[in-house]
């Protein structure tokens, strides 16, 4: 029963979030500052797929990249 509800695939999600960034012309910093962030550590972690950002982050980046949160989940 639980195989019918999709799953997200962290990897893949974290290269879209990276490919997005890249696309809207953003840096790591700068996606760092829109999000309010003191360091970029957590960019990263979420770019190499280690982990996903939170609801707020997710809403956030979704503002940012003009995009919905559905958009920058990959599940499989």
């Given at each position: 029963?639980?195989?019918?509800?999709?799953?997200?695939?962290?990897?893949?999600?974290?290269?879209?979030?990276?490919?997005?960034?890249?696309?809207?012309?953003?840096?790591?910093r700068d996606l760092q500052d829109a999000l309010?962030?003191?360091?970029?550590?957590?960019?990263?972690?979420?770019?190499?797929?280690?982990?996903?950002?939170?609801?707020?982050?997710?809403?956030?980046?979704?503002?940012?990249?003009?995009?919905?949160?559905?958009?920058?989940?990959?599940?499989?």
């Amino acid at each position: 029963m639980l195989s019918e509800y999709p799953v997200i695939d962290m990897k893949k999600t974290g290269r879209n979030i990276e490919a997005l960034r890249k696309q809207n012309g953003l840096s790591v910093r700068d996606l760092q500052d829109a999000l309010g962030f003191s360091s970029c550590q957590a960019i990263y972690i979420w770019q190499w797929g280690q982990t996903l950002p939170d609801i707020q982050n997710l809403i956030a980046l979704s503002k940012i990249f003009n995009v919905t949160i559905e958009e920058i989940l990959v599940t499989c």
